[in-house]
């Protein structure tokens, strides 16, 4: 069984994998979010056979403790993907160093699905869309994501609450509520529609695109513009670099 890791801006994403991806849990990737960890580790995940650990990181200082964590539960060292795991990966890296992991692992699970060229767009604190072209990672395009664009806005403006992340079925907004839901909801549809029909524009070709992130399915109108939809595109690509290391 192994267990894997995502660590990133705002969660942290456990994965089990025997086969297939059998169950997922998320905590705060702060580092107020130990009590969060105990109760995964002791509730979850406690006597589990997990024979390899893998983890991938963008936040350095919540990485040594889930290490430490991990290796103690388990009695296994684990396997942090760095710079130095790409080398033997189907596409090349042209900036190792100056690519966060989860973007790596995301690009390499896709081209390991389709074999093409393609795309991931990636719904998670920020919005990605990382372009796999002739077996290299051409580039990645960052946005604020949904959750960060509302927060932002709460924050910054007076007697505004938080607001639910829920597409309304009108794009004109009737209330307040639904003025910011529709402005930042059917906004970002058309932003990613845009920017797939431009990338493609560019390239010349119509990429494969795989949705993945934890708020993937919000933008339902979308869910026709995605050749696939894989929750745990991350994890997959985590076990794929894990794997051909281990050769």
């Known amino acids: 069984m192994i267990l894997a890791v995502d660590i990133g801006n705002s969660n942290a994403t456990f994965g089990l994998y025997s086969g297939e991806w059998k ?17 995964l580790l002791n509730d979850h995940l406690h006597g589990l056979p997990v024979e390899s650990i893998i983890i991938s990181s963008v936040v350095p200082f919540f990485t040594k403790v889930i290490q430490e964590q991990l290796a103690l539960k388990f009695k296994v060292s684990p396997y942090l993907i760095t710079p130095d795991s790409y080398s033997k990966l189907s596409l090349s890296v042209p900036h190792p160093d100056k690519i966060g992991s ?70 004109i907004g009737r209330d307040t509520t639904t003025a910011i839901q529709s402005g930042i909801l059917w906004g970002y549809v058309g932003l ?41 595109l991350t994890l997959e690509g985590m076990r794929h670099v894990f794997e051909v290391n281990m050769v």
């Open 102 to 171: 989860d973007l790596v692992c995301d690009a390499a699970a896709a081209y390991e699905l389709f074999k093409s060229d393609c795309m991931v767009v990636d719904f998670g604190t920020a919005l990605t869309f990382t372009v796999v072209s002739k077996g290299d990672i051409l580039g990645v395009n960052i946005i604020p994501g949904l959750k960060l664009a509302m927060k932002s806005l709460a924050d910054n403006t007076a007697k505004l609450s938080e607001i639910p992340l829920e597409l309304p079925d009108s794009v």
């Open 23 to 39: 169950d997922t849990w998320r905590i705060d990737s702060k580092d107020e979010a130990q009590d969060q960890l105990y109760v």
């Open 192 to 232: 990613v529609e845009r920017m797939i029909d431009r990338i493609d524009e560019e390239l010349g070709s119509r990429l494969k695109v795989v949705a993945t992130g934890g708020l993937s399915k919000v933008l339902e109108p979308l869910q026709d513009r995605f050749d696939a939809v894989e929750p745990n």
